[in-house]
Structure formats: structure tokens, C-alpha cells
């Protein structure tokens, strides 16, 4: 059976999910020049490659979670991953706010989730985690024992790596960025002397400038 991380990394580049541009980077909102854009919503307008995505989320909670309760989405991202990878667990799903809402109950949490149960977090995209982990600290805030989380793609950067780890959170991912460039190379979408710049970009992403 062909892994998971090989068919979703070339699917990815196929839908235009991720797109590479290492002569002619991106800015991302946080200022980083970038040689990679990725938005794992397109998957949401393929019904077969969103099923298979729904489907491999489903399998790695069972594989890693299986003990969770609720499965929670990271807002907005994540939320109908989430909800799709739920509906085929057959768990309530939640979803998680950036923060309180300004007006009417004030909720961060959207959805029934009760102090004591057992969460599962479902992401779309891990960069530096921040985000992602704020997610978490609100729902252990509500009382929920977060078990982990479970993400479509991981850029593995070394600041995330040690946020998930001081924050004890398990992460398991689908693919990730090695995986991702490998396909790349394969399919011809970059050169081997891109993959060269691309690997360099990983290593330190905040400073690096292809200029």
C-alpha cells in the first residue's frame, strides 16, 4: 500500500494545495520570505482527495488516540478537516476560536464539550505551532485532557518541534516537508538545485532571503 505521506504530497502539488517558488519567494503575514505557499483548503473542493485526507485523519487518531473523546478543529483552517475526520470516527466535534468571541457568550470553545473528557486536536498546517497550541491551552483550560493532535502537513521547523515539546503535546502528522520536496523533485516540479535551496529555507526560515 503506498504511504500516506507520498500520495497526499503529490496530490498537494497536482491540486496547486502547495505551490513552490523558490526563485521568486513568497512574504508570508509574518514577514518571512518564503520559497513554499501552502493552503490545504483547496483540498476541500476535491471530493476524492477530501475524503482520503478525511479518511487518514481518522485512521491516525484511531492508530494514536484512541482513546479520544471529541475530536476539536483549530479555527478556520482546520474546522471542516476536522469535522469530516469526526464524522467518519463518529465523535462530537468542537471547534477552537484564536480568541473569545467579542460579543454574545464570549465562547472560545464552539460546540458541547464537558470538563474531563478526552480531546484529540485536528490541524491543517503546523508552521511555528504557536497557533496550534493555543488551541490547546484553551481547551485544557475547559477542563479537557488533550491527548494530541493529528495534522494534515508539518514544514517540521525546529521552533515548533520544541513548542509541542515543552507543551507535551504528541503531534502526528499525513506528510511533511521533506516528504513534500522529495515528490516535488520526482514529478519535476523543482530542480535538484532548487531542492538545494528549499532544504536551506527549513533550516532557518526567519532570516533566510533568496536574494
Known amino acids: 500500500m503506498e504511504k500516506t505521506e507520498k500520495w497526499l504530497s503529490e496530490d498537494l502539488l497536482k491540486i496547486k494545495a502547495v505551490l513552490l517558488r523558490p526563485d521568486n519567494p513568497f512574504i508570508w503575514a509574518s514577514g518571512w520570505h518564503s520559497p513554499i505557499y501552502c493552503d490545504n483548503r483547496k483540498i476541500l473542493s476535491y471530493p476524492h482527495l477530501r475524503s482520503k485526507v478525511a479518511l487518514a485523519l ?3 487518531v484511531q492508530e494514536f488516540f484512541p482513546g479520544a473523546d471529541v475530536v476539536a478543529g483549530v479555527a478556520t483552517g482546520a474546522i471542516a478537516h476536522g469535522i469530516l475526520a469526526a464524522d467518519r470516527l463518529d465523535k462530537p466535534f468542537v471547534y477552537v476560536r484564536p480568541k473569545p468571541k467579542d460579543h454574545g457568550t464570549g465562547s472560545q470553545i464552539e460546540g458541547l464539550l464537558s470538563p474531563g473528557q478526552k480531546v484529540v486536536v485536528v490541524e491543517d498546517l503546523i508552521s511555528t505551532g504557536m497557533s496550534s497550541l493555543a488551541a490547546v491551552k484553551a481547551l485544557r483550560e475547559a477542563g479537557a485532557e488533550v491527548l494530541g493532535m493529528a ?11 520544541t513548542a ?6 504528541k503531534l502526528v502528522t499525513l506528510t511533511d516537508y521533506k516528504s513534500l520536496i522529495s515528490a516535488a523533485v520526482s514529478a519535476g516540479y523543482v530542480t535538484e538545485a532548487q531542492r538545494s535551496v528549499l532544504s536551506l529555507w527549513r533550516l532557518s526560515p526567519s532570516t533566510w532571503n533568496n536574494e
Open 164 to 169: 509541542f515539546k515543552e507543551a507535551g503535546v
Open 58 to 60: 481518522a485512521d491516525k
Open 151 to 161: 495534522a494534515i502537513f508539518t514544514y517540521g521547523f525546529d521552533v515548533s518541534e
